[in-house]
Nanobody, 122 residues
Framework: QVQLEESGGGSVQAGESLTLSCKAL????????VGWFRQPPQKEREVVAVVYISGSYIYYVDSVKGRFTASRDGDEAAVHLKMKNLKPEDTAMYYCASSEWCQGANGDWRNWGQGTQVTVFS
């Protein structure tokens, strides 16, 4: 079973950048995809991006297209989320999770990490 661990969160000013990492403790190839999710304060969790492990397809939610870039680092068994031009509305706890199957942004999301906080000040 793959364990996932997020890192890279922090507090930044609007317009700045952060890169989050989701490292797999185990063989990430057991999973079909790794998803990035976020949960703003008092709101429901939403999917941000989904990286398909054995292909090049990456799903992005509309609100982050053009600003966020997800990628997989095969050497480190990690999935990264590079976030540019951050906005206050990006403030949330960010999580990664894996699934053995994916269709678009949907999957049987398991192996959730502990999360990493991103706070964007205006």
């Amino acid at each position: 079973q793959v364990q996932l661990e997020e890192s890279g969160g922090g507090s930044v000013q609007a317009g700045e950048s952060l890169t989050l990492s989701c490292k797999a403790l185990g063989d990430i190839r057991q999973s079909a995809c790794v998803g990035w999710f976020r949960q703003p304060p008092q709101k429901e969790r939403e999917v941000v991006a989904v990286v398909y492990i054995s292909g090049s397809y990456i799903y992005y939610v509309d609100s982050v297209k053009g600003r966020f870039t997800a990628s997989r680092d095969g050497d480190e068994a990690a999935v990264h989320l590079k976030m540019k031009n951050l906005k206050p509305e990006d403030t949330a706890m960010y999580y990664c999770a894996s699934s053995e199957w994916c269709q678009g942004a949907n999957g049987d999301w398991r192996n959730w990490g502990q999360g990493t906080q991103v706070t964007v000040f205006s």
